[in-house]
């Protein structure tokens, strides 16, 4: 009697199927959901931005020329870029058209001779957030603290 006392579950081959599909279902429902979050946090972060361009220019802080670093620290490169610096470190920045810049770039003898083009990047509502060094700060302090005199985090 080889089957005596087990019981054997027969999974119909519909039901798999269907756990499947809602299985999809509530991966897209997730990822829609994240993005629709992402999409909220973005716009705050721009409305930050947007505020801090028009109280540094209400208040007359000076814009400079910004440049940028190699992505291995080891060089600064030229940019057409104007705004301002928000960290000490003078990698994070706003320019004067309400952007918000890393300015880290891959470098290079092109960027030697002819200067940087950092691209403008969602500016984040934490900076900082999942670094390494576990130091973040948010993103409206650190405008203010700008804003003070303050150069940054």
Excluded: K, N
Excluded at 11 to 28: I, M, N, S, T
Excluded at 40 to 61: D, K, S
Excluded at 73 to 101: K, N, P, Q, S
């Amino acid at each position: 009697m080889a089957g005596a006392g087990r019981t054997v579950a027969v999974v119909d081959e519909g039901d798999g199927r269907q756990w499947r599909e809602r299985q999809r279902r509530a991966v897209r429902a997730h990822a829609a959901a994240d993005e629709r979050r992402r999409a909220a946090e973005q716009a705050e972060a721009a409305e930050l931005v947007a505020w801090f361009v028009a109280e540094a220019t209400r208040r007359g802080l000076p814009t400079e020329r910004l440049t940028a670093r190699a992505y291995d620290g080891r060089g600064r490169y030229r940019t057409r870029l104007r705004g301002w610096y928000v960290d000490r470190a003078r990698t994070r920045a706003v320019d004067t058209d309400g952007r918000f810049h890393l300015l880290t770039v891959p470098g290079g003898l092109r960027a030697r001779l002819l200067g940087a083009e950092p691209q403008p990047s969602p500016a984040p509502l934490v900076v900082g957030a999942g670094g390494r060094d576990g130091e973040s700060i948010p993103l409206r302090a650190l405008l203010a603290r700008r804003l003070d005199g303050d150069d940054g985090a």
